[in-house]
């Protein structure tokens, strides 16, 4: 009798188990479709974009694409909110974000291709950088976190 029950308990408890992993990963992956159809450049901040560049595969579409994967990634960090001096500056980053993203669009009508490949792999250079950001935000003290922030930023506003 005591071995039925084990193995009912067992049983209801993997289920539970599974069942709860089965809607996590509907879940996530529900969010992940619904971000990469948005026009969010920032997770819940609409860009200036063209809408078609959320699939396009033109260099400036493609750069936009990994900008607006790589800030999610930093806005998906957890310990931020709750520090205002942090949120103060990825807010800061979020701003040098959407004048990037501005400078992807405006190169987007250049017509000179080496000016356009200059604009291009100068943004390319910046989005390397903040694609790093978040890998090295996770677990670090605050002081690293607010630097890192601040050196992104910079290399944002200067590409």
Do not use: C
Not at 45 to 54: I, L, Q, S
Not at 133 to 148: G, I, S, V, Y
């Amino acid at each position: 009798m005591i071995a039925i029950l084990v193995i009912v308990i067992t049983v209801v408890v993997a289920l539970f188990i599974l069942g709860g992993a089965a809607w996590f990963a509907w879940d996530s992956d529900k969010r992940v479709k619904k971000f990469a159809r948005s026009t969010d450049l920032i997770p819940g901040k609409p860009g200036r974009a063209p809408v078609e560049w959320t699939s396009a595969t033109s260099k400036e579409a493609l750069l936009h694409q990994r900008v607006r994967y790589a800030i999610a990634d930093v806005h998906a960090n957890p310990a931020i909110p709750h520090d205002q001096d942090l949120v103060a500056a990825r807010d800061r980053l979020d701003d040098a974000v959407f004048d990037l993203d501005d400078k992807l669009i405006a190169t987007a009508e250049v017509a000179d291709q080496e000016d356009r490949s200059a604009r291009l792999e100068a943004a390319e250079s910046a989005i390397l950088v903040l694609e790093e950001l978040p890998r090295k935000l996770w677990e670090a003290p605050k002081e690293t976190q607010l630097a890192d922030l601040e050196k992104v930023t910079s290399a944002l506003v200067g590409a």
